[in-house]
């Protein structure tokens, strides 16, 4: 070979390894400018969309015959501030149930062989009066009743009290400041949940050995659930004080022991939003950002917090929806500015959506939508809008402004800032923006805030309340989310990019510790509930609406459960409790055990039968 074809052959061997590099480059820019522009491969996740109107069923109607008997009282106290508590759980589980006040009798306790349950939703069985001996007589003939609250030591309950499992009890109450369910009782059951500002409220009580104790306090030493077989009946009592919307997964659990199974449809959906994402960087007091990155807050956006927030999304499986601010001016006139700079929303929208996820609306700038005759209960520093027509002009140009930028996105979502949303907003939404089909405020009451159940709205819209927030998660929150883990099945979370310049909500804690509490939530979640669907939070609006149009109808027999159901347009879920036999072969459905006797049922028809071996 000459010296000429080796050199000949080193200039290839080089222009290829050159050709290499470039090509690896363009590669790279490629895959960089698709990322821009949002065109990349998109993760497989479920895509819940919502059915058309036709299809909607009554919104959380229970059907068949009345089997349940809720029992109030109006004249204790106690009775009456938790009788809406629970009305709704029994809504929520689709069960059909009468409605007897002590207080103002109407003959329901005259006719307790028409029912198969009953609950107790008082503190005094005296108030029972003659009618008690009767009702412990009904359970021993196949009845199954649940005391739902702690039971004030009296003459009466020392009568029935071996009944119910209790073999002696005190006048004074026990503190209960911890729940610790069984591992085989609840979704993330084995573990001690703190309760925000417990107190003395459980009776004190000896059990009989003879009772299935289900949950307790952290130390063992205060029973908080337990059932007691009767003869052919079954008591089950709830020895907890806490009825608030927080705590309503523990009712609906003492709730699913009675008789020999329960069934009640369930969201199954997780999903975490982003609100003022994206968004200009927001002004605020960046000390402990430059405390411990020693950066500015750009800078730590862009390079420390949303590469963990990605990292934390791979991790669990995790699709984020963001959700829109254009500006933070707080002009609150008729005539607005429109935002120019939009480098930072292509960057950021982009990469959420390439990733699975999905976009929604927060606001124009963050001024809640709260027209000029409206009061803010409490200063959160907001204003009004002047109008109206300032209010409409600022989500058309919310809508124009994000349109314009992720074209072909769907923004379905709304989301208020603050939660704060007026009537006048709220109606506005709900018949002047048709891509808005759900609302995601907040679950729980506070000042101004859009407080939510999960349903639909009569007016069409999905209502998708979050549920926890933040990277504190504190005792309140993490019991909040394993109540509505174990009766929704739906974990729903938020939290603001900007948490590192309040620190109300946690900066003084920084990014690692805040980071720290989040991942440690969600691990908590993956192995709570390892089945719960990931989705954004479109999807969580069908996940919503589909729970909502669910109802059923179950009749039992000696090896096996039929279930009619009403509102099954694709697919549904339920939560099945089996107190008697495990689940065998399954027609119209699929069906999971989750923990114990505790099953999802996967809804493909609308006739489910279960094999039940025993």
Not at 84 to 97: G, H, P, S, T, V
Not at 154 to 160: C, H, P, R, S
Not at 416 to 425: K, Q
């Amino acid at each position: 070979m000459s010296i000429f074809e080796k050199k000949s052959k080193t200039k290839d061997h080089r222009f290829y390894i050159t050709l290499r590099v470039f090509a690896g480059f363009c590669a790279f820019f490629l895959l960089l400018l698709l990322e821009r522009v949002g065109i990349i491969y998109k993760y497989p996740h479920p895509v819940i969309n919502l059915v058309s109107a036709d299809e909607k069923s009554a919104n959380k109607k229970a059907v068949g015959d009345t089997t349940c008997l809720l029992i109030v009282d109006s004249n204790n106290e106690t009775s009456l501030a938790d009788r809406n508590e629970f009305e709704q759980i029994l809504k929520d589980m689709r069960i059909a149930y009468d409605l007897e006040d002590l207080a103002d009798k109407k003959g329901h306790l005259e006719e307790l062989n028409k029912y198969k349950t009953i609950v107790y939703a008082t503190t005094d069985v005296s108030a029972m009066g003659n009618t008690l001996l009767d009702m412990v007589e009904w359970v021993a003939d196949g009845g199954s009743m649940l005391f739902a609250l702690p039971l004030q030591k009296t003459n009466e309950l020392n009568v029935i009290g071996p009944n119910v499992g209790i073999e002696e009890s005190g006048y004074e109450y026990s503190m209960v400041d911890t729940f610790l369910p069984t591992e085989d009782f609840m979704l993330g059951g084995g573990q001690v949940y703190k309760i925000q500002d417990g107190y003395e409220s459980a009776l004190t009580v000896g059990l009989s050995d003879k009772c299935n104790v289900y949950a307790t306090t952290a130390d063992g030493s205060v029973p908080i659930i337990w059932e007691k077989d009767y003869k052919n009946g079954r008591f089950v009592v709830c020895n907890f004080a806490y009825c608030q919307k927080a705590y309503r997964g523990v009712y609906a659990a003492a709730y699913s022991l009675l008789g020999d199974s329960c069934v009640y449809p369930v969201i199954n959906a997780s999903t975490y939003y982003l609100d003022d994402f994206p968004s200009p960087v927001p002004q605020g007091d960046g000390t402990y950002i430059e405390r411990d990155y020693h950066m500015q807050t750009a800078d730590f956006y862009s390079s420390v917090w949303w590469p963990d927030m990605l990292t934390l999304a791979e991790e669990h499986d995790i699709q984020y929806t963001g959700l829109i601010i254009e500006t933070y001016e707080g002009n609150t006139s008729e005539k607005l500015n429109s935002n120019l700079s939009t480098a930072d929303f292509y960057y950021y929208g982009n990469m959420l959506l390439n990733r699975g996820g999905t976009l929604g609306y927060h606001g124009y700038n963050h001024q809640p939508l709260c027209g000029p005759n409206y009061t803010y209960e409490e200063d959160h520093g907001y204003k009004v809008w002047e109008s109206f027509d300032a209010m409409h002009n600022a989500m058309d140009e919310l809508e124009r402004f994000s349109k314009s930028i992720f074209t072909g996105a769907e923004f379905a979502v709304y989301v208020p800032p603050s939660n704060i949303l007026s009537d006048e907003g709220r109606y506005m939404l709900g018949h002047d923006y048709d891509d808005i089909k759900c609302i995601a405020s907040t679950y729980f009451e506070g000042n101004d805030a859009y407080t939510q159940e999960f349903e639909v709205a009569e007016d069409g819209i999905v209502e998708t309340p979050r549920i926890i927030s933040g990277g504190i998660l504190d005792d309140y929150m993490r019991f909040s989310a394993f109540s509505e883990l174990n009766f929704h099945f739906v974990n729903s979370h938020f939290i603001h990019p900007d948490d590192l310049l309040d620190a109300d909500r946690g900066a003084a804690l920084g990014w690692e510790t805040l980071k720290g509490n989040l991942s440690n939530y969600m691990e908590w979640l993956d192995k709570s509930a390892p089945d719960i669907r990931h989705v954004t939070g479109n999807s969580m609006a069908g996940a919503v609406q589909r729970y909502s149009m669910l109802s059923c109808d179950k009749e039992e027999k000696e090896n096996e459960i039929i279930l009619d159901f009403k509102g099954v347009s694709d697919e549904a879920y339920c939560f099945i409790r089996l107190n008697r036999g495990k689940a065998g072969e399954v027609t119209g459905g699929s069906i999971k055990n989750l923990v114990g006797d505790l099953y999802l049922l996967k809804i493909d028809d609308d006739k489910v039968t279960i094999v039940i071996d025993h």
